[in-house]
C-alpha cells in the first residue's frame, strides 16, 4: 500500500525525549506508523508528514511525552491556504489584531 503524505510541516506532533520510557505503546496504535523506537528504547518521530493528527499516540502514552492537537495542524493549513497565508502559518483568526504589535492586521502571529 502506498504511504500516504497529507500537508507537509503543518503537523502540531511533539514528542519529549525525556519522558519517553519506550513502552511502544505510542508505536502499537500510530495508523500511520509516524513513530518507532530506536535503539536506546526510545521513542522518535520517523515520519512526521504521515501523521494525520487522530490523536491515538497522545492518548496512549503513560508518561504524556507524545503530544499532538487532534486534527489542528491540517485543518489549520487548509484555512490558511485559502485565506492566501502561508500554510505553516501559527493562527487561523480573522479577528483583528487590537492592542497587539500586528494592531490592524488579521493574524496576530
Known amino acids: ?4 503524505t497529507y500537508l507537509k510541516n503543518v503537523v502540531t506532533l ?6 519517553c520510557i519506550g513502552c511502544g505503546a505510542c508505536v502499537e496504535v500510530c495508523p500511520q506508523a509516524v513513530i518507532g523506537i530506536n535503539g536506546v528504547n526510545r521513542a522518535w518521530i520517523q515520519d512526521r508528514d504521515a501523521c494525520m493528527e487522530c490523536g491515538a499516540c497522545n492518548r496512549n502514552c503513560p508518561t504524556e511525552a507524545v503530544s499532538v492537537q487532534a486534527g489542528v495542524g491540517c485543518a489549520a493549513a487548509v484555512i490558511n491556504t485559502m485565506l492566501g497565508r502561508e500554510p505553516s502559518s501559527c493562527c487561523c483568526t480573522l479577528e483583528s489584531c487590537e492592542g497587539t504589535e500586528n494592531q490592524g492586521k488579521t493574524s496576530c502571529c
Do not use: F, Y
Not at 500500500?1 to 500516504?4: A, E, S
Not at 511533539?14 to 519522558?19: A, G, R
Open 14 to 19: 511533539k514528542l519529549n525525549e525525556e519522558k
Open 1 to 4: 500500500m502506498k504511504r500516504l
